[in-house]
């Protein structure tokens, strides 16, 4: 109600063309409807947000750059624009890791220390596993890296599981699903608030498989992902956005080299002004014209050469001196591995350095000298891997170098000079661009994007454009009759989606099947007709439509394929669609009605045109998908479009009619004569019949995490956040109980304590800490937290009574010194008024009135007789009872007489009375007056003089809120003013 009575206030004051906008039943009711009708809507509003569930307030969104060695998010927060979040350890990066040791979970700098001394309990480097199978080339590289892990293959997907003991595996999907909670954690720290969106970064050769185990992993933990993001489009979001005014309508050509921890990407894009279709305005664009990458080829090779060529002078060093074989031992390839990428960072800008470990193997210590001539030799074959990523990016761009404008490097491995070197004669001779931070351009690209998709946030438009690295194609079969009138097999095979085809796009696929049929998406083909299996698709309910609709003309089976932001490939309809002539429709019972008495506009004439209008723009409203014959993309050899699908519902049939349309006569009047000319009827349109086909669908790629293997996953995680918590609040508990018993114990042989507390007093009080002390020894380091805080409460109500004593017993001085500095400047303030009061003319009103100082002075006296009694009687009583005289009292006494002294402080003076002097009146002129041809005159040249009048202003009794006015004071009363500050 209250809701309904302001937004009917609101409407009246605003101008009623502005509602009108917005509202077309202002055309045709009255004001007061259209009030009503908003009134109504906002009070269902009212009532729905009043039975809608809280929820927790957070609109950060974040984008993780999601890397094999460290982990970089960018974040987006109300009164944050973009930034790096910090994790705990006040680091821009957190290593990416988890380790899992004795039921308990680390994760960033803590589990890299644990991945050193006990390897085998350290998963890192897991996202070049994300979507492979336990047999594929990448697990078998990872296993020689890292021989301590068991790894095994999923029993029913196939894909990569980490034994850690007898009872406990993990998926892939389920590790990583850890550490991006953890990360989610920390970004929620930093904001202060819930993250309610996510952006993840990968790397743009991921496959199918990859992408969505990495999403089925980001929904183990809870995020809410808006979209993968490949690190090309991230890399060009971050050049792009603070260079908007250096674009314009020609392509600039940008070369993106990133060597990272695991892989090197190289990027060609454009970057160009277009018009949006949206804003009709210019807006900058980014589109990725060619990839190249390698992706083995990272500075975790050189850490392995190098881990390799230690191991080797180790063990040349202590030959013959060793009883075991140092290549075998986990623990010490680890610690190997360490060193090795501190030897190599610090080789990138010196040319020689140390490598130190101390108790390496059976308790010998390791220290050898490497130079950068020795990691350039152990890596020469690496270093003719460096340009093939830009040869590959600039051939499926078909550009050379003369066409870029920057070639700009990022990522850690650019460091080495051997490479910069590389790279600089790729480039021509020419320096190389170093103006983007390596570590964190990939998160800042994607928190822009993450802002842009939000809602949450308002951003310029950045339009980018990705590149498909894999064809997508399309394979079945039509039977069809052959020369001999035998029925055969007919294969049907059509790209889809291209490869070097930009995404996000859609497109249908039009088949000329009359029957049910399977088809087959293939995925990471040369052509149409080879490639993985990605999907089988068994599209049923073709021949039922077909006999459905038998009079209307068959236009075929329509598959949509999409291809979206996050680079997955999905079959989003499949329909078959006939079309034919208008059926007539009747007239319904209103119209008949109305039209036997004359009213047929009252009830319908004209609304078969309106929704035919509306159905029209409704259908041209949506994005139109291309749409191609799959037969003759197969026949042909390429994809050529023949018409565009608008339809807006697919579960609906849709049908474009017009009404019968009459035969119209003008008639002109020209020279008086009538002529007729009747008008070409209009051609009936056929109607669009859509019916929506049912498919199983087989995934022949990695299965998704789904039914039970996602739900068992989810509990796995969800005990050990709780065992964690609850662990973290025992310890938590623990820590608090010990420090109280040390303390107390402390606290009762201090003096304060031993005055206020009697000797039966401090001996209870000992005794319970006696036995807790004694029991935390023995049990209490096992006990849950529920237990450790019943203990700590206990001890709490022990002590209660001394510590209430001891805390008056320490304030008790200051806040009797502080009533007793109230009371004297209340007593000056006293004699003040009095002064300023005694010494006021007759014609001047008192500053304050004497009800003012009569009970400031009541209440000054109160106060002082109070405190006088009150300090005798806590005097004579002892130190061990309760007090008599309590702080709380003091200090409430001490703000009352505060608060009243104050307000007569503050208290504006009286307005002196204005004088207002009166004009003397000047002598009148003479008037001449006329009759009958006379002229008399009339002199009136002498007036009384009237002394001048004093009108005095009333003056209103001043209250609590007068020094809130604006009143001028005279000079003598700021003279007062300033006497009773010093005064105070």
Request: charged share 25%.
């Amino acid at each position: 109600g209250l809701a309904a009575l302001v937004l009917t206030w609101l409407h009246k004051l605003l101008p009623h063309s502005a509602v009108e906008q917005h509202c077309w039943s202002c055309v045709l009711l009255d004001c007061i409807t259209c009030s009503m009708k908003i009134v109504s809507i906002a009070a269902v509003a009212v009532l729905l947000a009043l039975n809608m569930p809280a929820v927790e307030a957070g609109i950060a969104t974040v984008a993780i750059d999601f890397g094999s060695e460290w982990i970089k998010m960018g974040i987006v927060k109300p009164g944050t624009p973009m930034d790096i979040v910090l994790n705990r350890e006040s680091k821009r990066k957190t290593a990416n890791v988890v380790a899992l040791r004795r039921g308990e979970r680390t994760f960033g700098a803590s589990a890299l220390g644990t991945s050193v001394k006990y390897p085998k309990n350290g998963y890192r480097y897991l996202v070049e596993l994300l979507g492979q199978k336990a047999d594929s080339d990448v697990v078998k590289r990872y296993q020689q890296q890292f021989p301590e892990h068991t790894i095994e293959a999923d029993p029913e997907r196939g894909t990569v599981v980490f034994r850690l003991d007898e009872s406990t595996s993990y998926t892939v999907e389920e590790l990583v699903a850890m550490i991006l909670e953890h990360v989610d954690e920390l970004a929620a720290e930093y904001a202060e608030q819930v993250i309610s969106s996510h952006i993840i970064v990968v790397p743009p050769y991921f496959d199918q498989a990859a992408r969505r185990a990495l999403l089925s992993a980001a929904e183990l933990a809870g995020l809410n992902v808006l979209r993968l993001m490949s690190s090309s489009i991230a890399t060009g979001l971050n050049y792009g956005v603070f260079r908007r005014k250096e674009f314009n309508t020609t392509e600039q050509h940008i070369l993106f080299y990133d060597l990272g921890s695991t892989n090197t990407i190289a990027t060609v894009g454009s970057f160009n002004l277009v018009k949006d279709k949206e804003t009709k305005t210019k807006v900058p664009q980014f589109v990725v014209k060619g990839v190249g990458f390698d992706k083995t080829l990272g500075g975790f090779e050189w850490d392995q050469r190098l881990k390799v060529h230690m191991l080797k002078a180790f063990t040349e060093q202590f030959k013959g001196k060793l009883q075991g074989d140092p290549s075998v031992n986990a623990r010490t390839l680890a610690k190997l591995l360490k060193e090795a990428q501190r030897v190599r960072g610090i080789l990138s800008a010196n040319t020689e350095t140390y490598a130190q470990i101390e108790g390496l193997f059976e308790e010998r210590d390791f220290k050898l000298r490497v130079t950068r001539d020795t990691l350039e030799e152990l890596g020469e074959d690496l270093y003719l891997r460096v340009g093939e990523p830009v040869t590959t990016a600039l051939r499926q761009a078909d550009l050379t170098m003369e066409n870029i404008s920057h070639f700009i490097v990022i990522g850690g491995g650019v460091r080495m000079p051997k490479v910069q070197s590389i790279l600089i004669e790729l480039n021509n001779g020419q320096d190389l661009t170093k103006n983007l931070n390596g570590d964190e351009t990939f998160a800042m690209g994607a928190a822009y994007e993450a802002a842009a998709l939000s809602k949450a946030f308002r951003v310029k438009k950045f339009i980018t454009k990705d590149l498909n690295l894999k064809n997508v194609a399309m394979h079945t079969t039509r039977m069809v009759e052959s020369e001999d009138g035998q029925m055969v097999a007919k294969p049907i095979n059509a790209i889809v989606f291209g490869l070097n085809s930009t995404f996000p796009t859609r497109k249908t696929m039009k088949l000329n099947i009359t029957e049910d049929f399977d088809f087959e998406v293939l995925y990471g083909g040369e052509t149409s007709d080879d490639g993985a299996v990605l999907s089988k698709h068994s599209v049923m309910g073709v021949a039922n439509a077909f006999n459905n609709n038998n009079n209307a003309t068959f236009k075929g089976v329509k598959v949509r394929f999409e291809l979206d932001l996050s680079g997955l490939v999905n079959i989003s309809r499949i329909e078959a669609q006939f079309e034919g002539p208008e059926a007539p429709e009747e007239d319904s019972m209103l119209k008949k009605i109305g039209d036997s008495i004359g009213l047929g506009s009252l009830f319908g004439d004209g609304k078969k045109a309106e929704a035919t209008d509306d159905d029209a723009a409704d259908e041209s409203a949506e994005e139109p998908a291309a749409e191609t014959s799959a037969e003759s993309s197969a026949d042909q050899g390429a994809e050529k479009p023949e018409d565009v699908d608008a339809s807006t519902n697919a579960n609906t049939t849709t049908t474009n009619t017009t009404a019968d349309t009459n035969t119209t006569v003008n008639t002109t009047a020209t020279n008086s004569t009538n002529s007729t000319k009747p008008a070409k009827p209009e051609k009936k349109k056929d109607r669009t019949v859509r019916v929506v086909l049912t498919a199983d669908v087989e995934s022949n790629d990695l299965q998704s995490l789904s039914g039970a293997t996602y739900e068992a996953a989810k509990l796995r995680l969800k005990v050990l956040k709780e065992a964690e918590e609850r662990k973290r609040r025992t310890e938590a508990s623990l820590n608090t109980l010990e420090s109280f018993v040390f303390a107390t114990q402390d606290r009762l042989s201090q003096e304060e304590y031993e005055k206020v507390a009697t000797e039966e007093e401090r001996s209870a009080v000992q005794a319970k800490l006696s036995e807790t002390s004694d029991w935390l020894e023995e049990d209490g380091w096992e006990a849950e937290y529920e237990a450790l805080d019943s203990k700590l409460e206990a001890l709490n109500t022990s002590m209660k009574d001394i510590q209430y004593r001891v805390n008056e017993l320490r304030a008790r001085p200051q806040a009797i010194a502080d009533l007793n500095q109230t009371l004297n400047l209340t007593r000056g303030f006293m004699a003040h008024m009095k002064n300023a009061t005694a010494n006021v003319s007759a014609d001047e009103l008192p500053w304050y009135t004497v009800k003012e100082i009569e009970e400031l002075e009541k209440l000054y006296n109160e106060t002082l007789t109070w405190l006088t009694e009150k300090v005798a009687e806590q005097a004579d009583a002892p130190l061990t009872a309760t007090p008599v005289l309590k702080t709380s009292t003091l200090t409430n006494k001490n703000r009352k007489l505060s608060r009243e002294m104050m307000y007569l402080v503050k208290k504006k003076p009286p307005v002196k009375p204005k004088k207002i002097k009166v004009p003397k009146n000047k002598t009148a002129s003479a008037n001449a007056t006329k009759a009958d041809g006379n002229t008399t005159t009339i002199d009136n040249t002498t007036t009384p003089t009237e002394e001048p009048v004093v009108e005095e202003t009333p003056v209103e009794a001043p209250t609590k809120d007068a020094d809130e006015a604006d009143v001028k004071s005279s000079s003598s009363e700021e003279e007062k003013a300033a006497k009773l500050d010093d005064e105070l």
